[in-house]
């Protein structure tokens, strides 16, 4: 469970996950970007996304929302797709609400046997989720070929954005043109593809860069840059601070928490 303040770019920056993530809006609105579709949450949604889904989330400054993540294979028949679901049932809401709760106070309280414990209300919440899929709570809009490409090409980001292939050879490898491909994807998440692409390579870059190693040359590697020094120019257009500035103020906030 996670909270967006701090480090917002952790979750307003396109990127996927290794886990499953669970979120759940309890108050307040705002916007997703589910594998390069935006959609509009509010109070009562319940968002599913699962390992490897490309996803951002813009909350404004009043919205409350809990997060989970947990690893794939807890759940049982846990979705293998995204899935925003509508919780109209009192019962439900105050149900997941609860849930979760518990969980938090599992991880601030640490006591024997957490993990198991854990482990056992990611079960619950699989169970919870499910059921209300079978209510009928999730919600399908219409489904279109633009869609569809912007689907695919989140898809494709997933599996080769540490590569140095730039957006054109992702529409390349789309049969698309580049021209069209960044229209679609704007016209489906208000993004264009090009910004998809370094969102995602500036996601993996700030969480590489908060731990201590690798150096900054594996992480720019790593990630397709040619070479640190144009890695350094990429990470300071757009955090306005060079990596080992960002290595460093994350090095004090650690510091400072503990």
Known sequence: MLELQGAPWRYQLAHDREDNTLLWITKGQ???????????????????????????????????????????????????????????DSFAQAELTGEIDAMHRELTQKRALMQDSLEARVRLLGIWLHRQIEKGAAETPADTAAQRLARRYAQALVRDYRTAQPM????????VTPTHLS????????????????????????????????????????????????????????????????????????????
Request: hydrophobic residues 40%; charged residues 20%.
């Open 30 to 88: 705002g916007r997703v970007m589910v594998a390069g579709v935006l959609r509009g949450v509010s109070m009562h949604h319940a968002l599913w996304l699962p390992a490897g889904t490309l996803f951002a989330i813009d909350l404004p400054p009043g919205t409350q929302a809990l997060f989970v993540h947990a690893p794939t294979g807890l759940a049982p028949k846990e979705p293998d797709t995204p899935m925003l679901l509508r919780i109209r």
């Open 183 to 258: 229209r679609i994807c704007r016209q489906c998440c208000g993004k264009t593809a090009a910004d998809l692409l370094t969102e995602r390579k500036l996601h993996a870059a700030r969480v590489a860069l908060e731990s201590p190693r690798p150096p900054v040359q594996d992480v720019a590697k790593g990630l397709g840059f040619s070479s640190a020094a144009y890695f350094t120019r990429f990470i300071q257009t757009h955090t306005g601070k060079s990596p080992s500035r960002l290595r460093s103020d994350a090095r004090k906030t650690l510091t400072a928490r503990s």
């Open 168 to 175: 054109a050879a992702y529409a390349d490898a789309l049969d």
